[in-house]
């Protein structure tokens, strides 16, 4: 690893005359919806899935695309698991009586018990963090705004790891179903999580990519650093992870950001933009303020993906891309 420069890149610098918080409809799937001047407006990540299969090439037959398909099911169908209402409803499954409130007489200890808890129920790892607003999207993909209600002071912040074995085959359906897969374990573990809490006596909002960016608050919770593909890397699975969290009015303790030196070590490493097929990732030595895409938001230093470019061949391929994930070194070391 390169080291002569020692200066750390922590945790998500900001600029703050140009930062505005984002409005999810300005991500690459809320401008596949919503934005009329984009070329791939209205056009969905398996449109070409039919004449795809009908090839019949490995990696892209009707037999897999049928495994993405089954891979995504609760991603898609447990609802609840992403939904900011309800917040406070634990008896949902069961009619049981619920305990009065747990007394949180030791923070350390509550936050200890929750990533236990979270271990528990599939999370790889988890921080937690102070609930940083900057992050908080202005507006979901429906156009509704976002407010996070009184009370809520902390994010936990839990990482579902993938497997890089079937990634190794990316871009194909078989890297995509492990993606799914990611998904689904996301919502299970979310929404145990959340019922956790709701039992405890609190409140908790669960999320996966909605309601706030992910990326910055796993950063601000010590799990990682953004690196040169756009993507959170850990020292532990490299980019090999899915992010999600619950937000919560339980008292916890916070997680310090660490510099454990990656993204240092992406200034002298350039193979996920070596490996990208459509160039969609920078190679310039240091990140900045530039941004390549309407779907990047202003004000944050980090390399910016060309995201535009990487949905369009996620379209191309009938589904996903996960090879700026499996070849990055830090994604190989593990
Ligand atoms: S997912 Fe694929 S296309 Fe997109 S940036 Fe990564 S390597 Fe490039
Ligand atoms: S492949 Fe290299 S440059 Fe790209 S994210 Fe991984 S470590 Fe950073």
Known sequence: MPTEDKKPI????????????????????????????????????????????????????????????????????????????????????????????????????MSQQVK??????????????????????????????????????????????????PLTASPSMVAGTENALGYSRMAFVIGCMAQFIRTLGYKAIPMGNDTALSIPLAVEAGLG?????????????????????????????????????????????KRCADTCEVDAISSEDEPSYRTVSESNNSGIKRWAVDVDRCYKFWVGNGGDCSTCISECIFTKSH
């Not at 609760?74 to 992403?82: C, I, L, P, R, S």
């Open 225 to 269: 650093e953004m690196g040169r593909n756009g993507l959170l890397i850990t020292p532990e699975y490299g980019p090999a992870v899915k992010i999600c969290k619950v937000f919560t009015d339980l008292p916890l303790d916070h997680d310090e950001p660490r510099d454990h030196g990656i993204a240092r070590y992406c200034k002298g490493c």
């Open 10 to 109: 922590l945790p998500v610098e900001v600029d703050r005359d140009t930062y505005r918080r984002f409005d999810q409809r300005k991500n690459v799937f809320g401008r596949m919806l919503h934005d009329t001047g984009a070329d791939f407006h209205k056009v969905g990540m398996y449109d070409l899935v039919k004449e795809i299969i009908g090839e019949d090439v490995e990696g892209y037959t009707h037999m897999d695309f049928a495994r993405v398909r089954g891979a995504w099911a609760v991603y898609n169908h447990f609802h609840q698991a992403f939904c900011r209402e309800g917040s406070t409803e634990a008896n949902t499954v069961m009619e049981e009586v619920i305990p009065d409130r747990y007394e949180v007489e030791d923070k350390k200890k």
């Open 116 to 165: 236990e808890t979270a271990g528990i129920y599939g999370a790889c790892k988890t921080g937690i963090t102070k609930i940083n607003h900057d992050w908080i999207y202005t507006h979901d993909m429906d156009g509704k705004p976002i407010h996070i209600p009184e009370g809520y002071k902390n994010a936990i912040v839990m990482l579902i790891k993938i497997d890089k074995e």
